[in-house]
């Protein structure tokens, strides 16, 4: 993979990207902030994704993403955070169990409806087709 130079979207700087997505310095500042949110929530195992942020100011996104990885779970900490479909609170994944199952079901819809439509688009150039020899026909 080709290294890239980009700018840093934490500090601005132009810097090699090497797909961490920061620059060295702003990385290093980051891992140093996951390792102080790591240690908070091993002391407040209980605590709400709001709570570390209001209590380290930390970003929401940086903590987001540390529950994603899968950072809290050897911690045996169950880490709360809103669905993105429609806020109930959970501990993993980023839908609750009902908004995925809802979502489910409409990839499932989605994905019947495109068949349908093929299956539509089919019958009428098959239809149109039919009109065209039956034309054809008449004029003989
Ligand atoms: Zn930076
Ligand atoms: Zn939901």
């Known amino acids: ?36 949110i790591a240690s908070y929530v091993r002391d407040n195992p209980n605590s709400k994704v709001k709570d570390i942020v209001d209590a380290l100011g930390v970003k929401e996104r940086l903590v987001m993403r540390m529950i994603r990885d899968g950072w809290f779970v050897t911690e045996g900490a169950s880490l709360e955070y809103p669905c993105e479909r429609c806020g109930t609170a959970i501990t993993s994944g980023r839908f609750c169990d009902k908004c995925n199952a809802e979502l489910q079901k409409e990839m499932e819809r989605s994905k019947e409806k495109l068949i349908k439509q093929a299956a539509a688009e089919a019958a009428r150039a098959a239809a149109a087709k039919n009109i065209k020899s039956l034309d054809m026909g008449n004029k003989l």
């Open 1 to 36: 993979m080709a290294n890239k130079l980009k700018n840093c979207p934490e500090c601005g700087r132009i810097y090699v990207d090497t797909g961490v997505g920061l620059c060295r310095d702003c990385f290093e500042k980051e891992e140093d902030t996951m390792q102080e």
